[in-house]
């Protein structure tokens, strides 16, 4: 019998109810072609989190297993890491977020006892792939400061804030009747509390005598057996900590005040007291006191001096120094510089057992934001090489994109580039930590992930199989000027701290170009070369981008003039725009950053090609940049901010385009506009008439807004002028008198557009062959619209001022004005499509995404490919608004007919430095697709913006499906990737849900409530990928990927890394001959009889409460769900049960075959004695 699925059936309802709601042109759409078949259903969705990379934010202590070769961390907001081999991580959460006090390992028996600020105990199994709590153990009236747990014991001792102890069984978890009390430990002539525990651990040589350190200073060796105190040490300093010698004589304290006291433990009252750091007086006084040192460890070796390490102790006349680490070897005192302060260290030793020697071979530190391992057996000390990805956060993170199934050959090209960047210096010995196993996993798909740094730094990491390794290091900042201090603040009033930070990035994968976005308005172009360069002069483009309607820029009355803009030949020729100095006026037509001047030398990897700068504009720093996308195929760069919008190309090294939104498309225009004449042509200059005569005046650069100056105009433009200075403020005006400001403007507009038709009518548009509205054909690249153009100075003849004058682009309403204000470009999407509607052709498109909603597309004219594409000018020409949507528009894509994802056109990447052939050979831009059959639309436009989701059909441009994704929240981050066999938009909202919406119908198949934004950086950080990854920030200095996708899910055990691989226990040392005979050896302890129920009794009930863990038999059953879960359980049952139906049925045959022998030999013996007298026996 069939299963009944009730997910797909809510799938069909909800595949119904969406395609119900699309618009009555969408269904007759659908009747002329066939529906897109769709394979994703509920059953390819599930989401869940697959590892977690990155150093453990605000770290708090750490543990080591000496044996396993595994390390632990915990930290202030309760996470543990675990980390072995490179490779080998894992990830675990408390679940009330304590700050996790103190770790503790049960040595190779594959878990983990961790205390908390909360005062819980809790004890995890390491033994599975995902960790669990086993047990837990709450204490109600005591806070728990210090815990130890004996090598090869059951028992954890747990000291407490009042100074008591008590001990739990790590086995069952509970407390044993067994307590020191604090008053039995001190002297009875004490009259003070000696305060917390700050320290317990048993004597080396005799597990029946406990050292217990109290924080006023009193140190206390406890006999277990009899019950009381043997000796006690009193100094006049705190306690931090205590360390034993092996041998079991002596222990060490460190103290508040600086000092070391050496104590033996049979007399209480000499202590050696030395000040490792402390000056000492000629005279014989007490040194002076320094800093705390806050833990001191004792390691000895066969061969040599005994190690002392310690952190802090410094003099109090060090100030500003950074947190050290002493190192005590003999006569010789290292002390080691940390670049952040120490939070724990740990001294790595051959041996787990305390009464042999220990060995020290390396010292573990732990600091706020590294993790540092230095080798003892070296001379200077040097650290070794950090195989895991700690260094995510080396400079913030500011922007984070994914990359998943990457060409098979990126990898190791980045990889090959990067591995010459790494650091010299390190210690020759493997890295230490090397527990654990990979995993199996069966993803094979290269995956790269890109971080952005506020450093300007890039790096490139290799995310493949839930791993993560650094690959390549780009440092932008190279490429510029370092400010002098005295600079800096003249210089650099947009961002004082990091100029140089990432704002976005764009890159593709196929061709490896890579396109920058500073926050200083700075654009850098990279190609990816295997050979070394040095670029003499780097190549250098200025745009002056300005919001067109800004009351910063109120406009001369006596006419409002620019010098002309000559076309440059090159870039090298570019001279430095006049800079306003500050004390003069107001800073303008000036970069925020001085491109470096002196040559740079490039080595391999990503290499500049060229870079752009925004200029400040009367005073007013550059906006920034809000979207940017690269293509390869193309030769262009596009960048948009609430400016404007400006195209690049990078091949030719020119400006194409820079224009306003609302020069693209006005909001009071139809979708589709109409031809109109342009209201005036911008004369070139006669220096750049002679350059290149060819050109006559009908092949210039025109724009919408530009146009000749007539003297016949200067009262409408002053008209003109005045209104738009008044609209410019009309949001502070009522609806009424705006709208009769308006008609005053559209009066005043509709003149002007007569008279400049009148102008115009000698001198045609160049029209695009795609569009019936020029907006742009550039020759020699240079195109300006309305307020904003680029500045190239030659070094020919100087600009001319009479044909200089321009006017402000024309608007049809104040609403626009207030939209335009506002309205931002937030998204590009290069593509070969439909430029028009009811267009049969396809071609090289830009399509536009604003922050309002709006959808604008834009058609490209590309020369051929080859020498021609160096020297013939790349037209460009609006086809006007296509769709609105509610919110701003964050992703957009195209499919083909049959549903599938048509990527970005790309070329294939080659080496710009190698061989001409090579270079000519891959340098080919692919084919255009074929041509549609008429009549019939044969692509998908996948529009999704912060509240809904749009699917038009193209070139019709008919909305097929329509989607309202949320109405109380917005959308974050949405991508178009393909998962599960099929496509689908995959949607972040504010609100935590991550969903899906399968293409192109607009059906969710899946909703997940996963995680509220409760920090900016995780909308900043979050993005999704192929094959349902996706990954965010979060924290200052950890990544977390996540899947959605149910495949990966299901494999998600297998991919993960082992923690626990069975091992040896090394044997323990040998008390030799004399010492077993004279009993000089270590005194073992039965502990069972001395804590358990039958000879301490029962504990109080209301001291602590146990909680079962989930990690336990009952609560794995009980969390293991789902289908495959079942079927897995029942096979293992049907498993169990089939062998022990086997062995019962195999010892049954025995018997009975047991049972017939004996039947046998009886019977013989019988016929044997049968005829026999008794006497014949």
């Not at 033994?127 to 204490?139: E, M």
């Not at 959605?1044 to 055990?1053: I, M, V």
Request: proline letters at 7%; charged letters at 20%.
């Amino acid at each position: 019998m069939k299963k009944f699925n009730i997910r797909k059936v809510l799938d069909g309802l909800t595949a119904a109810s969406s395609s119900s709601s699309s618009s009555p042109s969408a269904t007759q759409t659908g009747a002329q072609n066939d529906p897109v078949p769709e394979v994703l259903q509920s059953d390819h969705f599930q989401l869940c989190k697959t590892v977690r990379h990155g150093f453990p934010y605000q770290p708090s202590s750490m543990a080591f297993d000496p044996v396993q070769k595994v390390l632990a961390v915990g930290t202030q907001s309760g996470a543990l890491r675990l980390f072995g081999r490179a490779g080998v991580e894992c990830y675990c959460q408390h679940e009330s977020g304590a700050a996790v006090i103190q770790l503790q390992f049960l040595i190779n028996e594959g878990a983990l006892v961790s205390a908390l600020a909360d005062d819980s105990i809790h004890l995890w199994n390491l033994r599975q792939k995902i960790p669990a709590v086993l047990h837990s153990l709450k204490f109600n009236r005591e806070r728990i400061t210090y815990c130890h747990l004996p090598f090869q014991s059951k028992w954890l001792y747990i000291g407490t804030e009042r100074g008591n102890i008590h001990i739990v069984n790590v086995e069952s978890f509970t407390l044993s009747g067994y307590v020191i009390m604090w008053n039995k430990a001190i002297e009875l002539s004490t009259k003070t509390h000696p305060g917390p525990v700050v320290h317990i651990s048993d004597n080396p040589m005799d597990e029946g005598k406990l050292l217990i350190g109290f924080e006023c200073g009193v140190v206390v060796l406890w006999d277990l057996k009899c019950k009381k105190a043997d000796c006690r040490y009193t100094y006049d300093e705190a306690i931090h900590s205590v360390a034993w010698h092996h041998e079991g004589k002596q222990f060490v304290c460190s103290h508040s005040d600086g000092t070391l006291t050496t104590w033996n433990i049979r007399a209480q009252t000499k202590p050696q007291i030395i000040t490792p750091h402390g000056k000492q007086p000629k005279d014989g006084k007490k040194p002076e006191p320094c800093k705390p040192i806050l833990k001191v460890e004792y390691k000895t070796t066969r061969a040599g001096d005994p190690f002392m390490v310690l952190s802090g102790g410094l003099s109090y006349d060090t100030v500003g120094r950074r947190a050290c680490l002493t190192v005590m070897h003999g006569k010789s005192t290292a002390v080691l510089e940390m670049d952040f302060p120490i939070v724990d260290f740990l001294t790595l030793c051959e041996t787990p057992y305390p009464n042999d020697f220990q060995e020290p071979y390396a010292v573990l530190v732990l600091l706020e934001k590294d993790l540092v391992l230095i080798d003892l057996g070296q001379i200077g000390y040097p650290i070794f090489e950090n195989p895991y990805p700690l260094t995510i956060h080396e400079s913030p993170v500011t922007c984070c994109e994914y990359f998943v199934d990457c060409p098979a050959e990126l990898i190791p090209a980045l990889y090959s580039v990067g591995s010459r960047q790494k650091r010299q210096g390190f210690s020759k010995k493997e890295w230490p930590i090397s527990g654990g196993n990979w995993g199996q996993g069966t993803q094979s798909y290269p995956e790269v992930i890109i971080t952005g740094h506020a450093d300007g730094s890039i790096k490139f990491w290799d995310a493949s199989a839930l791993m993560l390794q650094v690959l390549y290091k780009l440092k932008t900042a190279k490429v510029f000027e370092r400010a002098r201090r005295s600079e800096e603040k003249a210089g650099s009033e947009i961002v004082d701290e990091d100029p140089f930070a990432i704002q976005t990035l764009s890159w593709c994968p196929e061709s490896r170009m890579l396109c920058v976005a500073g926050v200083s308005a700075h654009i850098i172009v990279y190609r990816f070369s295997k050979q070394e360069v040095t670029t003499d002069t780097v190549q250098l483009l200025e745009v002056r981008m300005q919001s067109e309607f800004s009351e910063g820029d109120s406009p001369d009355p006596a006419g409002d003039q620019t010098p002309t803009l000559p076309t440059p030949s090159s870039p090298q020729e570019v001279e430095p725009p006049p800079q306003t100095p500050n004390s003069d006026g107001p800073r303008d037509n000036i970069p925020c950053l001085q491109v470096r001047s002196s040559p740079l030398k490039q080595s391999p990897g990503f290499q500049v090609e060229l870079v752009v700068q925004l200029l400040w504009v009367s005073g007013e720093p550059p906006q920034p940049i809000t979207s940017l996308a690269v293509n390869s195929s193309y030769g262009l760069v596009v960048l948009g901010n609430s400016s404007g919008l400006a195209v690049v190309d990078f091949l030719q090294k020119t400006l194409l385009l820079n224009m306003g939104t609302s020069e693209l498309c006005s909001p009071a225009d139809p979708p589709l506009r109409q031809p109109r004449s342009p209201r005036k042509t911008r004369q070139i200059s006669t220096a750049s008439d002679s350059m290149d005569g060819s050109n006559t005046s009908e092949d210039r650069c025109k724009s919408p807004t530009s146009g000749s100056t007539s003297p016949c105009n200067s009262d409408d433009e002053r008209k003109h002028r005045f209104i738009e200075k008044v609209k410019s403020k009309s949001r502070r005006f009522s609806k009424t008198v705006a709208n009769d400001f308006a008609r005053m403007s559209r009066k005043i507009s509709s003149s002007g557009e007569q008279k400049s038709d009148l102008a115009e009518r000698r001198v045609p548009p160049r029209h695009s062959p795609t569009c019936k509205q020029p907006l742009s054909c550039v020759n020699e690249g240079v195109a300006a619209a309305g307020t904003n153009w680029a500045f190239f100075r030659t070094k020919s003849a100087p600009p001319s001022k009479a044909n200089a004058s321009f006017t402000r682009s024309r608007s049809s309403s104040v609403s626009s004005i207030d939209r335009e204000s506002r309205e931002v470009i937030s998204s590009f999407c290069f593509c070969e499509s439909f430029p028009k509607k009811g267009e049969g052709s396809l071609g090289p498109c830009l399509l536009l995404g604003t922050s309002q909603g709006s959808v604008i597309m834009v058609a490209l004219s590309l020369p051929p490919t080859g020498e021609s594409r160096l020297q013939q000018p790349v037209g460009i020409a609006s086809c006007g608004s296509l769709v609105t949507l509610k919110g701003g528009i964050l992703t957009m894509a195209l499919l083909d007919s049959s549903g599938s994802l048509l990527p970005p056109p790309s070329e294939q990447w080659y080496d710009p430095n190698g061989s001409e052939e090579e270079r000519e050979k891959r340098r080919r831009r692919p084919a255009s697709p074929t041509s549609p059959v008429e009549g019939q639309d044969s692509q998908f436009l996948v529009l999704c913006s912060e509240k809904q989701a749009k699917v038009l059909a193209l070139p019709s441009q008919t909305r097929v499906h329509k989607h309202s994704i949320t109405e109380s929240s917005f959308v974050l981050r949405a991508d178009v990737v393909t998962v599960g066999g099929g496509n689908c938009i995959a949607c972040f909202c504010a609100n935590g849900h991550i969903m899906t919406l399968s293409l192109p119908s607009l059906r969710p198949p899946a909703d997940v409530n996963y995680l509220p934004l409760t920090d900016m950086r995780i909308a900043r950080t979050f993005c999704f990928s192929h094959l349902g990854q996706a990954l965010y920030l979060t924290s200052p200095t950890e990544i977390q990927r996540i899947t959605y996708s149910q495949d990966t899910c299901e494999h998600r055990q297998e991919m993960l890394s082992e923690l626990f691989t069975p091992v040896e226990t090394p044997e323990a040392p040998n008390r030799g001959f004399f010492k077993g005979l004279f009993g000089g050896g270590a005194q073992s302890l039965d502990r069972e009889d001395l804590f358990g129920e039958t000879g301490a009794g029962k504990a109080s009930r209301s001291l602590a409460q146990h909680i079962p863990g989930p990690g336990g038999m009952e609560g794995m059953k009980g969390a293991a769900s789902g289908v495959v879960g079942d079927l897995a359980r029942a096979r293992i049952a049907l498993d169990e049960r089939g062998q022990k139906l086997g062995e019962l049925e195999d010892r049954t045959a025995a018997m009975m075959a047991s049972a017939d022998s004996f039947s046998k030999h009886a019977h013989d013996m019988m016929l044997k004695y049968k005829d026999k007298k008794w006497y014949q026996l």
